[in-house]
């Protein structure tokens, strides 16, 4: 079976387990492909440890750090003890043997109680992928870290680790009764479809190749403005990180580019607050399909133009004064729709949905003609 074809069953079988989760772990699966990292805000109990280690089980020979952090976590604790032997050599080395700097997968929870001691390194490992070990400076094998917290993080300094995180869930407990007995119900040893850290690497490359077309770029930059417009603000290398998540998205989807639906998932990415997480996905949702929406309105307003054509006259006089009305009010609407087309097309946007809209209205003109 092909790398590509395991990542889909991979998929597949993790939102058996995991219900009322797609999105995040649709997130989970594109941030292994781009290198990125996850943040999960909810309360204990909503799976969150489990989704990283069903994640890491399904890549053989893949390591699992997974830690609890306090106010009086140690450095010891996440990246190993002092080494006696390198001391006596005034090295102050630890071993890293089972820790963090050797996981490829790793999950801390309540991430932002780190504490100084322990962030400045943590910062480093997730960003660059290097660890400072005595006088060596390593390159760690992490694929991607989910950190999982209660709360946003308050003290300025934990900051700059809450931005590192490309993706950003909200999650609670299952809402749906039906699907809460599925979970109750569920077997307790899955079928785990696995890849290797070989495979691993080729689907990652796979999707860094899709291609990004013009107009997405631009798409990205209008959903910037029109998110400055309400204050809300991401980072520049925020917006250039997403490129690479997007075509993550695209190549999970099995796309052979990038397409503006991919750009729906940026509402994950663009928001600090939890409170502008709506807002964020309520203004892609205008401004993608925005002009669908409107060209759906017409169509909607077309229809009911017809059917009130199509209802009975007293007499012939009035019917084909209906008649011409209607024939006058759709060539109108149709011209609202060339114009909106004509927009789309200068912003980039696909028109192929638009066009079908267009081509049913049509569809009502020339029936209605025929009725003269």
């Not at 080395?93 to 943590?122: G, Q, Y």
């Not at 749906?176 to 890849?195: K, V």
Request: aromatic residues 8%; contains cysteine.
């Amino acid at each position: 079976m092909a790398a590509q074809e395991k990542l889909k069953k991979i998929r597949e079988e993790l939102k058996q387990i995991f219900l009322e989760r797609s999105e995040l772990i649709d997130g989970a699966l594109a941030a292994l492909l781009c290198s990125q990292h996850v943040l999960i805000i909810g309360p204990p109990g909503t799976a969150k440890s489990m989704l990283a280690d069903e994640i890491c089980r399904r890549i053989h020979g893949a390591s699992y750090f997974q830690w609890l952090l306090t106010r009086f976590s140690t450095p010891e604790e996440i990246f190993g003890a002092v080494s006696l032997k390198a001391l006596e050599q005034d090295d102050y080395r630890r071993v890293t043997s089972r820790k963090l700097p050797e996981a490829h997968i790793a999950f801390l929870d309540e991430i932002f109680k780190a504490n100084s001691s322990i962030l400045n390194a943590i910062l480093t490992l997730i960003n660059e992928r290097l660890f400072h070990n005595g006088k060596e400076i390593v390159s760690v094998p992490l694929l991607t870290l989910f950190g999982a917290s209660n709360e946003l993080p308050e003290d300025d300094e934990l900051m700059a680790l809450y931005d590192r995180f490309l993706l950003r869930f909200l999650v609670n407990y299952i809402q749906e009764d039906f699907r809460f007995l599925r979970m109750l119900e569920a077997p307790l040893r899955p079928e785990r479809t696995t890849l290797s850290l070989e495979e691993v690497r080729e689907v990652q490359s796979q999707a860094r190749s899709l291609p990004i077309p013009g107009y997405i770029y631009q798409t990205v930059a209008d959903i910037r403005r029109e998110l400055k417009k309400k204050s809300i603000e991401a980072s520049d290398r925020r917006y250039r990180q997403s490129l690479s998540l997007l075509q993550a998205h695209a190549y999970l989807e099995g796309e052979k580019e990038v397409t503006e639906k991919d750009l729906f998932f940026l509402e994950h990415v663009l928001w600090r607050d939890p409170g502008e997480h709506d807002q964020v996905r309520d203004t892609i949702r205008e401004l993608l399909l925005g002009y669908e929406e409107e060209v759906k309105e017409l169509l909607y307003e077309s229809r009911e133009v017809r059917d009130s054509a199509l209802r009975p006259w007293e007499t012939s006089d009035e019917r084909a004064r209906a008649l011409i009305e209607v024939h006058t009010k759709l060539r109108n609407i149709l011209a609202k729709v060339d114009q909106i087309i004509e927009k789309a097309q200068k912003l980039g946007r696909p028109v192929d949905r638009v066009g079908a809209v267009k081509e049913e209205i049509e569809t009502i003109q020339k029936q209605m003609l025929e009725r003269f």
